[in-house]
């Protein structure tokens, strides 16, 4: 019995260990699906019993936001479902291009220095950049390989997600997170609060934001309310109800045609899309700004 609790314990730890690893390192890049199969089904949920919504032709492509088992999470339109990995394509694009500037620069498993050497790379080489964790690039090192370089030994020479394709893909993410619970203080998807949310949407793609919605409001670029795009940050005062704005206490995406979508911790106590016109917030409009142009 004594045996057993240890095994159980050192697996829990192993568990634990796994999960804290994964969760250091955020995905970046953008990843694209193109349909293989003549007529495939797009369904609701990830299972061949599940409800089709309806069926792409051959040659579509669909954003891929996540995966279970042999089932991708796509969006298509707008719209959010499920499409088995047999007749999907699936291929990632780079956020950005790199030239390595050391002699010969490891390229290693991890984002460690103590991973193990899976190749090198001599100066000036092009580099195609995946995505960030810390000091590190995840680099591709042949077709549907990867490793990581220390940033000390590349140069980003240009950078390819910081238009508009990137921030459709921010609002996209964001939408998946609709219906979560509002939670005071909550930055997973188990709840959130406004700031929060938008952290996380953020660190999906790569971009640190400071935790408060007021510390928020004072990074990137300032946007005037009539030129907002997708992926802007918008705040507001919504604990001053004498009619004058003095102080931002909540923030949200910009998503396009005068909407956003943000953590509703009065009406809806979850995370929902609204309209910037709507009376709640229209009159406590204060600001946006902008994290994703250069």
Known sequence: MKVLKKLLLALSVSVITILAISASVSAASEKTGVVTGTVVNFRKEPNLSSKI???????????VIDSRGDWYHVVYNDAYGWMHSDWLDVSEKSIATGIVTGTVVNVRSRPTTSSAVIAKYRKNTKVEIFEKSGNWYRVSIGEDRYGWMSADWVKVKETVSRGQADRQAIV??????LG????YGGETPKGFDCSGFVRYVFKHFGISLE?????????GKPVK???LKPGDLVFFDTNDDNGK????????IYIGDGKFIHASAYEHKKIVIES????DYSKRYMCARDYISK
Do not use: M, P, W
């Open 245 to 252: 704005l003095n102080d931002i206490s909540h923030v949200g």
């Open 53 to 63: 919504l309806f069926k792409l032709k051959e040659g579509t492509k669909v954003t």
């Open 225 to 227: 309310k009539s030129e």
């Open 211 to 219: 935790r408060t919605c007021r510390d928020q409001a004072r990074g």
């Open 276 to 279: 910037l016109s709507s009376s």
């Open 172 to 177: 996209e993410y964001a939408k998946t997170l």
């Open 180 to 183: 979560v619970k509002y939670v």
